[in-house]
């Protein structure tokens, strides 16, 4: 074999390597392992990385009631982060902040991640999910971050079904109670008042019967 053949084979499998090693480092920790879903919006600032972001909203778009942020976050760097908040730039919505478990800082740990949204994670929720927007559209959501500061990025609006059931709002609102009619409204008042008008009248009556059996005697006198 000549020397440029053997040199153009050395180099077609290097290639074919470079390729593999790479297709192995994709199935890590941004791939298929974390239901990565490439439509989903995602960035990374210095040693963080944010994917899966997403504010999903009541399964009827006509409840009122809250929402909630779900994403993924991940540290690269050798000091942890704190989410010190979470807001929506240009809402007046206010987003309430809590760990998996118990009271404290929500904490990306050094080399790990932590998830926001779904059973037994740290959670996001909008108190008034109808002021992130409406369902279909894309609104910016901003993650302050102890060491990295702020990182903000547009997150899709959905409705919790289908593949987003599990990490949506876990409460939604009660109903409201009908109001219970009141006593005017049953006719009790009514009904009171006709009886005190009923007794008004034999009253009158009996006086009426007093006062002519009082003329009745004078007569009677006067006659003898």
Known sequence: MSRSLRHGAFAATALVFSIATLSACAAGNDAQTLQVRPDNAATAVDSIKIQNLNIITQPDPETEGPAVIAATL?????KREVVEKVTLPGTNATVELKPAKGKGPVVIPAGGRLIIGGKNNASAVIENGRQ?????????????????GDIELGAAIVPATSFFEKFGPSTAPSPKPSPTPSASETGTEATGEASEGQSGSQADGTASDGSATDGTADDEAATH
């Open 74 to 78: 991940f540290n690269d760097g050798p």
């Open 132 to 148: 992130a927007g409406a369902d279909g559209n894309v609104q910016n959501v901003a993650f302050t971050l102890s060491e990295t």
